[in-house]
């Protein structure tokens, strides 16, 4: 008898109304190499923690909530970084799609590369996702390693390959002052995504300190002290300057 395929998760939410289109259930996996300084979940960071799971006692728990999903509504793995686990992904995602539900994936795309054994597993992944959530952290080299302290060369690649493979996404960037919240940087994202054939929707997220109790509970010193929450009309700038009525899916995410 083939073994399981067990993934480790941090917790999961019911009726996930920010995490793709329609209701959804959302699966937090465990583990991440970022460490973004306006993390809102620093206890989903540590790999080899959390719970245990298989693809189909996370199917069962899904399928308890399917009538609230509507027509667009479905399963979101989130994290932590679900795509330190591919193989957990896989089996949810094939189950999934036999049952006609709906995929997504919400990742900052840190683990990609081209080189094997990543870049096949992550094929056969796609061939079950329907979306991807691709959290774009900071255009700028330097900016992105002060905010996550990890590079963006390979993210920037999987956002090409994505394209490449005409896979649906919808562009995040989370708007922090002082970090992210500058014209010029705004103005390079949105070149960038321009070269992309595959954008369905673009997303600003303004940064905010709801998640600043993890860090004191976890004893962590948070970096983004004395930083609040960026003004409207700098969030309102950001969306002019991303260009974020351009998309497609501009219309339906605004009637939600």
């Known amino acids: 008898m083939t073994k399981p395929v067990v993934g480790r998760i941090h917790s999961t939410e019911n009726f996930g109304t920010v995490d793709g289109p329609g209701v959804r259930f959302i699966i937090f996996t465990q583990g991440c190499r970022m460490r973004c300084e306006f993390c809102h979940n620093p206890d989903t960071w540590e790999i080899g923690k959390g719970r245990e799971v298989t693809a189909d006692e996370m199917i069962e728990e899904a399928l308890k909530y399917r009538s609230y999903w509507?027509?667009?509504?479905?399963?979101?793995i989130s994290g932590g970084e679900p795509l330190l686990q591919m193989d957990f992904l896989i089996d949810v995602f094939k189950k999934a799609k036999a049952l006609g539900i709906h995929t997504t994936i919400d990742t900052c795309g840190k683990p990609f590369t081209r080189e094997e054994p990543f870049i096949s597993e992550?094929?056969?992944?796609?061939?079950?996702?329907?979306?991807l959530l691709f959290d774009?952290?900071?255009?700028d080299a330097e900016g992105h390693k002060r905010l996550t302290q990890q590079s963006n060369d390979n993210i920037l690649e999987m956002a090409q390959y994505l394209s490449e493979i005409n896979q649906p996404v919808w562009i995040r960037h989370v708007l922090v002052p002082e970090?992210?919240?500058?014209?010029?940087?705004?103005?390079?994202?949105?070149?960038?995504?321009?070269?992309l054939n595959n954008v369905d929707k673009v997303e600003v997220l303004p940064y905010h300190t709801m998640g600043k109790f993890k860090w004191d509970e976890l004893g962590l010193t948070y970096p983004l002290e004395g930083i609040n929450p960026p003004e409207?009309?700098?969030?309102?700038?950001?969306?002019?300057?991303?260009?974020?009525?351009?998309?497609k899916g501009y219309e339906t995410h605004k009637g939600k």
């Open 179 to 195: 970090r992210t919240d500058y014209d010029e940087f705004l103005i390079r994202l949105d070149e960038f995504i321009k070269t």
């Open 136 to 139: 774009i952290k900071h255009i």
């Open 70 to 76: 509507g027509e667009e509504g479905g399963i979101t």
């Open 122 to 131: 992550f094929t056969e992944l796609m061939k079950y996702t329907d979306l």
């Open 232 to 247: 409207k009309e700098r969030v309102e700038n950001a969306k002019k300057l991303l260009h974020v009525a351009d998309y």
